[in-house]
């Protein structure tokens, strides 16, 4: 392993370097160098100096004076000492519990119920496990039963109890401008539901996202028999057609195509973001942490080539940036060199530096034949995936690391194609009633298909639009329902694997909202049957009839339908002729003040759906940690050839259409790529999404929907504050993350090794008795965190965490319990390896903070627990300034909204709601902990080893995150703390963290002669 920068361990500590702890890196170091801005990699003196003056400034603010005088100081002292008596003794308001008359089953107030449910995102199904306090749902966590999040869950998944809960959602029923009722809409549905089945539905269209729920395809297959001239569309703006067009090309028809990493040794991904958020992401995303186990025989190898940072890319053992336009010729040179039949002689003029590497590649998949795997994102044309699929099965993957299987839509559709042909058709007066279900086109179409204009045309004269908001699309509708979220709504889904779900109802609707399966109920002459019923009757046609009751509440209760999976298609190879019918495009010429342009969905807020949801604003996001906006993301090259630096307002012009966007110079760019994300730019998203960023959806075109060139870029003089959090929390030049190779770590030469500090240190043992039983403790695995942010998320919804607004991120006033901080490595701006480390409260044994609290709000537990008592915080913030973990959050103002009523049944009734002028941070969720030791106590046993599990760490889809008690040696954390890669942080201060973490691994430079990029 890397030999580790330390003090010399035969030469005794100064209290100098006691209290400085590691200094940064001298001249002339030839250690790693890790860095997280442009502007640090580059600083002179003048970046510190910066940050100095920053933060001078933010005392300065706080204080009102530049130093404070001693006489300041004794008069704050004396102060804390005097609130701290005032504060600890409030009187708590005189009120009447209520019991039940009769109680009901299960319900014991103050415990938690769980049931299972599942969502729909995209057109794939994910399995939920969702907490319920007092039929409030409060939490949610992922269904270990189900197969495709196998207990994680991702960011959007957790933030779903805020949408919720949403005060901005749509209350009630409107026609044409005014409030109306949905019993008025049933009869307006009825009378409709006569005419158009009298003229065979002629006129009639519906337009969907795509759609998951085998109820709702069976209606609309119903509807169409019942109307056989309407017609079904179906939109995502992050949709597959690519993907199943691509499989038409090569095998003749459409399939979904599956990838399992598990069964895989070397990996590549061309412009493909497998561990970020698509169908089986979270599936995607265990896989690979479980095959880059250190201790594996042979831990899986990835390479990727994209033309912007991604989770997967930057996970990579090697990444190279290349443009989207050039990533088909990657392709088409990588299958030369496998000598794939049919494979296309493409000008690679453009990717000649990067030859040696792609036949090195080549030789690396031929020797893991069967075991190896080429992925081609969604971003790419047709052609790409048609060729990748050639690829796979020259390699032998389709039926090992690639499998087919039927599409889960009723008549897969080219999505795109299907929206241009319903604006025609509008235009030219062939539809007359368009119902819109939960989409939303007059914002997420492309720009050339003006649907805000189409829409309002006069021959349409009926635009029913249900959605969770009164958006864009529901401004302009004759008649808008406010849509039943999917947890008040009955309903079923299917995965992309064929796992199918059902979706129960866990409160009842908030605003009266409906589903679309009510809907199309109502069309259908159904109207008045539940939606529980409308579901069971869908089920009992799929299901034996003797066992229905059994397998319908088994399904209920585990979250899984026992359906067999659809079959899949047996291993067929794409034939020359088939690859000869596919027309190669020609290659892309950029003029000379031309650029490429890159669409991709926002990774917080993904297409715009997500833009009224405070938690996913605020997550910085994992690559350029910017919060509260989007940019535009350009190389460090072309920003210094242009002129342009961060923050600096530009004009992106792409086909005559204009719009102002800042710039964000991003380390791993294409040189020659713009890269702008979906999403914002809403003008009816709610409070909290309205006028945030620019609208990259007025660039994007229904021909080039996810990249193109032509892109024309000026600069101007303006600016726009950008809230980057990729500065906040510094560690003053101390060694964040610990990277060596997994050759160095089974073969350690020497020197190599962790040597752990002197055990020194200037704090003394807390005075409390330390527990027998129980030392709770927390490992994290570098070597698996992907940097995804979901651990921050779920951390935020368990802990009732606030949001603080744009301005105060600015000023470094975030309140996340657990940050993810993002680290470069190297001298290479153009594209440097890139580290993730999740860091929450280390709950260290001698807690710097403890001994400074005035007032003892934050204490040592016996059983190892830093701990805070909110009502004796009087502010002071000593801690927070003597955490050298920067872990510690102080509400400045009220942040916490305590007066909108449907966020108060969002808080979690077991952690305290803080409030202005208290500090607070990660708990090790010690409501959890209390929960598991009320439990054992009442079964009279001890708390197991691996019982209690955090918030963060039952999110975490990589399972990087491991919390047990340290005084259990069967315990997951106590195994991981003997791991020869476990390394505390800041261990050289002598803090003893109860919080470790385990080195990252990587291939290096071991299957090429060539710098590892990842």
Request: with cysteine; charged share 25%.
């Amino acid at each position: 392993m890397m030999k580790p920068q330390v003090a010399d361990l035969d030469k005794p500590l100064t209290l100098t370097e006691l209290m400085r702890g590691a200094a940064a890196p001298e001249a002339g170091s030839t250690g790693p160098r890790y860095w997280r801005s442009l502007s640090e990699l580059a600083d002179d003196g003048a970046f510190s100096e910066q940050a100095r003056t920053a933060a001078a400034r933010a005392q300065a603010a706080i204080f009102g004076l530049d130093d404070s005088s001693r006489r300041k100081f004794l008069t704050l002292m004396g102060a804390s000492f005097a609130l701290a008596g005032v504060t600890g003794c409030g009187v708590q308001p005189l009120e009447k519990i209520v019991p039940y008359v009769e109680q009901p089953e299960l319900i014991v107030p103050g415990k938690p119920l769980f049931f299972a449910t599942a969502s729909s995102f995209g057109g794939d199904g994910v399995g939920l496990l969702v907490e319920s306090q007092m039929g409030r749902p409060t939490k949610i966590e992922g269904n270990p039963s189900h197969p495709t999040s196998r207990g994680a869950t991702d960011i959007f998944a957790q933030a779903e109890v805020l949408n919720l809960y949403d005060p901005d959602r749509s209350q009630v029923v409107v026609h044409d401008g005014r409030v109306d009722t949905w019993e008025r809409f049933l009869r307006f549905a009825i009378d409709l539901r006569e005419r158009k089945k009298a003229e065979r539905g002629r006129g009639l269209r519906l337009l969907t996202r795509s759609v998951a729920s085998p109820t709702e395809l069976d209606q609309i297959r119903r509807l169409r028999e019942l109307m056989p001239e309407a017609k079904w569309h179906s939109y995502e703006p992050v949709n597959r057609d690519a993907s199943r067009k691509g499989a038409e090309l090569a095998l003749g028809s459409a399939f979904e195509v599956g990838y399992h990493l598990e069964k895989a040794d070397v990996v590549v991904a061309l412009d493909a973001d497998l561990l970020g958020r698509g169908p089986a992401g979270l599936r995607h995303a265990r896989a690979f942490a479980d095959r880059r186990d250190p201790d594996g025989e042979s831990p899986l190898r990835l390479y990727a080539f994209e033309p912007t940072p991604t989770l997967t890319g930057v996970a990579a053992d090697r990444r190279t940036p290349v443009a989207s336009a050039d990533v088909l010729l990657v392709l088409a040179a990588l299958a030369r060199a496998l000598k794939v039949e049919g494979a296309p002689e493409l000008d690679g003029k453009r990717i000649e530096p990067h030859a040696a590497a792609i036949v090195a590649l080549a030789a690396e998949l031929e020797a893991a034949k069967g075991k190896a795997l080429v992925v081609v994102g969604d971003g790419q044309p047709a052609e790409a995936h048609a060729l990748a699929l050639a690829v796979n099965a020259a390699l032998g993957a389709i039926g090992e690391t690639l499998t087919l299987a039927p599409p889960a839509e009723l008549a897969p559709v080219d999505q795109t194609a299907s929206l241009v042909e319903l604006a025609r058709d509008i235009e030219s007066g062939a539809v007359d009633t368009l119902f819109v279900l939960g989409a939303n086109p007059v914002y997420e179409a492309p720009s050339d298909l003006k649907m805000g204009d189409v829409l309002q045309n006069p021959k349409l004269t009926a635009l029913i639009h249900l959605g969770l908001h009164n958006d864009e699309t529901g401004a302009i509708s004759h008649w808008h329902i406010p849509e039943a979220h999917f947890l008040e709504a009955w309903g079923d889904v299917r995965s992309a694997d064929g796992t199918c779900s059902l979706q129960q109802p866990l409160i009842e609707p908030l605003y009266q909202g409906r589903s679309a399966s009510d809907v199309l109920a109502a069309l259908l002459g159904e109207v008045g049957v539940p939606g529980q019923e409308l579901v069971r009757s869908y089920w009992r046609t799929r299901l034996p009839a003797e066992t229905f009751e059994q397998t319908w509440r088994k399904a209920l209760r585990d979250g899984v339908v026992d359906l067999p999976a659809p079959a899949e298609k047996a291993a067929e190879t794409p034939t020359a002729a088939k690859l000869d019918k596919v027309q190669w495009p020609g290659p892309a010429v950029l003029a000379a003040d031309e650029l490429e342009i890159v669409f991709r969905p926002d990774p917080t807020i993904w297409d715009g759906r997500y833009a009224n949801n405070g938690w996913l604003q605020e997550l910085p996001k994992p690559l350029t940690t910017l919060t509260w906006d989007n940019a535009a993301l350009v190389s460090p090259a072309l920003a210094k050839r242009l002129g342009l630096e961060d923050q600096q307002v530009v004009l992106l012009e792409f086909r005559s259409s204009i719009v102002e966007a800042p710039v964000l110079i991003t380390p791993g760019q294409a040189e020659d790529t713009v890269t702008v994300h979906l999403g914002y730019g809403r003008a009816r998203a709610g409070r909290v999404g309205n006028g945030i960023g620019f609208d990259a959806y007025r660039l994007r075109r229904s021909d080039a929907p996810w990249a193109a060139v032509g892109l024309k870029l000026t600069a101007t003089t303006k600016r726009i504050p950008l809230a980057i959090t990729q500065h906040h929390h510094r560690t003053e030049g101390r060694e964040p993350v610990k990277v060596t190779t997994f050759a160095e770590y089974k073969h350690p030469g020497e020197g190599h090794g962790h040597h752990p500090h002197p055990d020194g240190s200037l704090y003394p043992d807390p005075p409390v008795p330390q527990s027998e039983d129980y030392a709770w403790g927390m490992a994290i695995d570098l070597n698996r965190c992907i940097g995804c942010g979901s651990c921050t998320i779920a951390c935020q919804s368990e802990n009732n965490i606030p949001i603080v607004g744009k301005d105060q991120v600015l000023n470094s006033r975030e309140m996340h319990w657990i940050r993810v901080d993002r680290y470069y490595e190297g001298d290479d701006e153009a594209n440097p390896a890139t580290h993730f480390q999740p860091v929450p409260c280390m709950h260290c044994e001698k807690a710097p903070c403890e001994l400074v609290c005035p007032v003892e709000a934050t204490t040592h537990s016996d059983e190892g627990l830093n701990e805070m008592t909110y009502n004796r915080c009087v502010g002071t913030r000593y801690c927070g300034n003597n955490c050298p973990y920067k872990v510690r959050r102080f509400n400045f103002l009220e942040y916490t909204d305590n007066t909108t009523p449907s966020l108060q049944l969002l808080r979690n009734p077991d952690v305290t709601v803080r409030m202005r002028g208290v500090m607070e941070k990660c708990t090790y969720c010690v409501q959890r902990i209390n929960e598991a030791r009320q439990n054992a106590k009442v079964e009279h046993r001890k708390v197991g080893g691996d019982e209690v599990a955090t918030a963060c760490q039952a999110a975490c889809p990589t399972r990087a995150i491991v919390f047990g008690n340290l005084l259990d040696p069967e315990s997951s954390v106590s195994k991981l703390r003997n791991s020869p890669r476990n390394y505390a942080l800041l261990e050289e201060l002598g803090t003893k963290p109860r919080t470790t973490y385990l080195t990252k691994l990587t291939h290096g430079a071991e299957a090429h002669e060539e710098p590892r990029h990842g």
